[in-house]
T-cell receptor, first 112, second 113 residues
Framework: KQEVTQIPAALSVPEGENLVLNCSFT??????LQWFRQDPGKGLTSLLL?????REQTSGRLNASLDKSSGRSTLYIAASQPGDSATYLC???????????FGAGTTVTVRA | DVKVTQSSRYLVKRTGEKVFLECVQD?????MFWYRQDPGLGLRLIYF???????EKGDIPEGYSVSREKKERFSLILESASTNQTSMYLC????????????FGPGTRLTVL
């Protein structure tokens, strides 16, 4: 069974600081990994999808890296803004399965 | 942009009622999913559909059924709602299994009294 862990559970930073969010998974036989953002009481917004053959993906201020052999992914958010305050979840799809295994998320607060 | 919509943002029902949650996607996606999200338990997959009239059970299908009569619409049915089905319900879709970036709807907060 794939276990996905996100540490820390919560993070508070001043505006302008770079954010580093971690995701680890126990089974390295993955198909891809997806990062999501969730605002309170809302659905999930897809941020980045990294295929197992890729090392990183970038979109604007967001950069996600993937180290499949060590079972880790990191989401970097450059120059954080108060609007980045949200919960960030990672989800992993195993190679032999269509299902996503989700982490519990990291709740980020960016202080103005 | 992919748009996934859900019929209600908030819903209050009584124990024993039959409840329908509707989800519609506008991008001709093959796959559709229903999850529930609970504090401390994260997102859990209830049911999955990979084509019209096709469905597969997820991790927690008990007490739920689904219907997919048209490609764009996936319904979650609570045959007899119970208080332990109070939750946030999230629908998602993806283009196909080989490219399964999932796009989520806004969620339905269901309260069963």
């Amino acid at each position: 069974k794939q276990e996905v862990t996100q540490i820390p559970a919560a993070l508070s930073v001043p505006e302008g600081e770079n954010l580093v969010l971690n995701c680890s998974f126990t089974d390295s036989a993955i198909y891809n990994l997806q990062w999501f953002r969730q605002d309170p009481g809302k659905g999930l917004t897809s941020l980045l999808l990294i295929q197992s053959s890729q090392r990183e993906q970038t979109s604007g201020r967001l950069n996600a890296s993937l180290d499949k052999s060590s079972g880790r992914s990191t989401l970097y958010i450059a120059a954080s803004q108060p609007g980045d305050s949200a919960t960030y979840l990672c989800a992993v799809r195993r190679s032999n399965d269509y299902k996503l295994s989700f982490g519990a998320g990291t709740t980020v607060t960016v202080r103005a | 942009d992919v748009k996934v919509t859900q019929s209600s943002r908030y819903l209050v029902k009584r124990t024993g009622e039959k409840v329908f949650l509707e989800c519609v996607q506008d991008m001709d996606h093959e796959n559709m999913f229903w999850y529930r999200q609970d504090p401390g338990l994260g997102l859990r997959l209830i049911y999955f559909s990979y084509d019209v009239k096709m469905k597969e059970k997820g991790d927690i299908p008990e007490g739920y059924s689904v219907s997919r009569e048209k490609k764009e619409r996936f319904s979650l049915i609570l045959e007899s709602a119970s208080t332990n089905q109070t939750s946030m319900y999230l629908c998602a879709s993806s283009l196909r299994l080989a490219r399964n970036e999932q796009f989520f709807g806004p969620g339905t907060r269901l309260t069963v009294l």
